[in-house]
């Protein structure tokens, strides 16, 4: 039986996740895509999979690159719908923080966690691409609260009971 992709897409929906804008450089050029679909691997070797896409520019961008995963706060809204292409007239513009090492990406300023990740494999995942980093640092602001992903719309914590 075929599973119907809209269908699908829609019962997916009911998985609430947090939100991610994975983020790289190319040269001194910084990218991001907003991405909902990132896991915990391993923690031995500490390894992270984001799946992206194959035909975003994003998943052209990232293989062999260091890659940060940042782990949006609820303040991050604006940050979330800009990367994922649809940028608010009131938005903010990006404020970038360094990497802890010169062969890592630059992170997003500002997030609820960050894994600092170099690239580890590349997998075919259908019509996405499932990269894996390992990761090489981490930070986190415990005082923020996370953005939420559900039913296709951005939410804050406290909303999703609301």
Not at 31 to 55: C, E
Request: aromatic letters at 8%; charged letters at 15%.
């Amino acid at each position: 039986m075929a599973i119907d992709p809209q269908q699908l897409r829609t019962c997916l929906g009911h998985f609430a996740t947090g939100v991610t804008v994975v983020t790289c450089a190319v040269g001194e050029e910084l990218h991001g895509a907003t991405v909902s679909a990132f896991t915990a691997v391993s923690l031995a070797p500490p390894l992270v999979l984001v799946s992206l896409n194959r035909d975003s520019k994003a998943a052209r961008l990232l293989p062999g690159r260091p890659f940060t995963v940042n782990v949006l706060s609820e303040e991050q809204h604006d940050l979330a719908l800009r990367f994922a292409g649809r940028p608010t007239s009131h938005g903010s513009t990006p404020l970038w923080q360094p990497a802890p090492g010169r062969h890592l990406a630059p992170a997003l300023l500002g997030s609820l966690a960050t894994f600092f990740c170099s690239p580890w494999a590349c997998h075919d995942g259908g019509d996405h691409l499932l990269f894996l980093g390992r990761v090489e640092s981490v930070d986190q602001r415990p005082d923020a609260q996370p953005l939420l992903f559900y039913r296709s719309t951005f939410h804050a914590l406290n909303s999703v009971n609301a």
